[in-house]
């Protein structure tokens, strides 16, 4: 067995031996890298690759480079659609590799990515005079949009150069409310409507000082001069009421020509804005009648008070209109606390159209409003029914006096 084994290496000896004859058997003869040229035991040399590519090892794309030591580098190759952006993919599927429309050169958008490469057809250019995508104007193309429809008074709503829109002509509103005093303040007003007023809807926003007078009148109307069941007058009393030491409630209470108290309902919303929603629907025959109450803009109370004569809707009259304080019919009942953006509308509001603009203020021509005091008037003796555009007087009359409610700059919004 030894014999064998050195007899083959005589052998593999005497064919190293006659592979030199010739020559110099040595170093010099292993592969040379960096000689642009690729010999055995090299992958590639240089420029040399010996026909590599990434598809042949089984990627899509990319590009086969060859390393100092003369092996293959494949880490540009890539698969495209495998959802990792890697090796010369600009992107895969949703990895854009952080790119987006504004880092390509573009205002805004939505980058995409088409066959790993970046798609730009979702983004677009500031400044072409047509608004696309996000931007909310481009140019003159304002989408219809105006300083009063993005709740300023008035102005000139125009476009900025970052295609958003630039509100610094137009004009705020005064951020006002009317506070009263639970003593004897008060405000009166003239307030004109189509008559006879069936189904209709009182809004507005409160806020209750806790602890203040019981009960105090936030708003009332009837007719002057008559007994409380005389036909055909309607009454809204909607007022504060303490009904516990210790439970500071809001109640509305409504009545009717020969009907009484046609509605309570209480509220623990003292200490804070609320917005309520008073809503009176009538059936088609105008025999009965759905109240409706919100407290900031959810429904609370639905009730159907007995059947109501036809003859008993909201009539106009001579009669003011009391905020604050009232002292018809009985003593007076004033109220401690500020009210804000009263409207009063000529159909039955439903919950949705309530929420949509409760924390809006209006431009006073909406359709079915009839009668609105936004309260931003923020001095004088005078506050604007805006609809009509009549006045509303402050305390007793156009002088100043102890009966005057104030101004305040605190408002529900």
């Known amino acids: 067995m030894r014999a064998s084994v050195a007899l083959t290496r005589i052998a593999l000896a005497a ?27 090299e992958q590639c040399d240089g420029q040399d690759l010996g026909g590599l590519s990434c598809f042949g090892q089984g990627f899509e794309i990319g590009t086969v480079t060859c390393l100092p030591s003369c092996t293959a580098d494949l880490s540009d190759c890539s698969r495209c659609g495998d959802g990792v952006a890697s090796g010369a993919e600009a992107c895969d599927g949703a990895a854009l590799r952080g790119e987006s429309c504004v880092s390509v050169g573009f205002a805004g958008g939505s980058l995409g990515c088409v066959a790993c490469a970046l798609d730009t057809s979702g983004c677009y250019e500031c400044g072409d005079g047509v608004r696309f995508g996000d931007e909310e104007c481009d140019g003159p193309d304002l989408a219809g949009t105006t300083c009063q429809g993005l709740n300023f008074e008035s102005g000139s709503l125009v476009c900025g150069a970052d295609c958003r829109f630039d509100t610094t002509a ?26 006879p007023l069936y189904s209709h809807t009182w809004e507005g926003w409160v806020w209750i000082a806790p602890g203040g007078p019981s009960p105090g009148t936030v708003f009332q109307k009837w007719n002057p001069g008559v007994n409380l069941n005389d036909p055909p007058w309607l009454m809204w009393v909607f007022y504060f009421h303490d009904t516990s030491p210790v439970l500071d409630l809001l109640q509305i209470q409504t009545q ?3 009907s009484g108290l046609l509605s309570e309902y209480s509220y623990a ?49 001579l009669d003011p209109l009391f905020m604050g304080n009232c002292c018809l019919d009985g003593p007076c009942t004033p109220f401690e606390g500020s009210i804000d953006e009263i409207r009063l509308w000529d159909y039955p509001r439903v919950g949705e159209e309530i ?8 431009a006073g021509n909406e359709p079915g409003l009839i009668a609105y005091w936004p309260f931003d008037e923020g001095s004088g003796q005078f506050t604007e029914e805006v609809v009509s555009g009549t006045t509303c007087v402050l305390g007793t009359g156009p002088a100043p006096d102890g009966a005057d409610p104030v101004w305040s700059a605190d408002t529900p919004f």
């Open 15 to 41: 064919t190293r031996l006659a592979g030199c004859l010739g020559c110099a058997c040595g170093p010099e003869d292993e592969p040379t890298c960096g000689n642009e040229v690729r010999e055995p035991g």
């Open 170 to 195: 137009c004009v705020p509103f005064n951020p006002w409310s009317v506070q009263f005093d639970g003593t004897d303040d008060s405000l009166s007003c003239t307030l004109m409507f189509p008559s």
């Open 256 to 258: 009717a020509a020969g």
């Open 269 to 317: 919303m003292t200490g804070s804005w609320h917005h309520f929603a008073f809503v009176w629907d009538y059936t088609v025959d105008l025999t009965w009648v759905e109240l409706r109450h919100y407290v900031d803009g959810l429904l609370v109370l639905t009730d159907f008070p007995s059947p109501i004569s036809a003859s008993s809707p909201l009539e106009d009259s």
């Open 355 to 362: 929420m949509a603009d409760m924390n809006l203020q209006l």
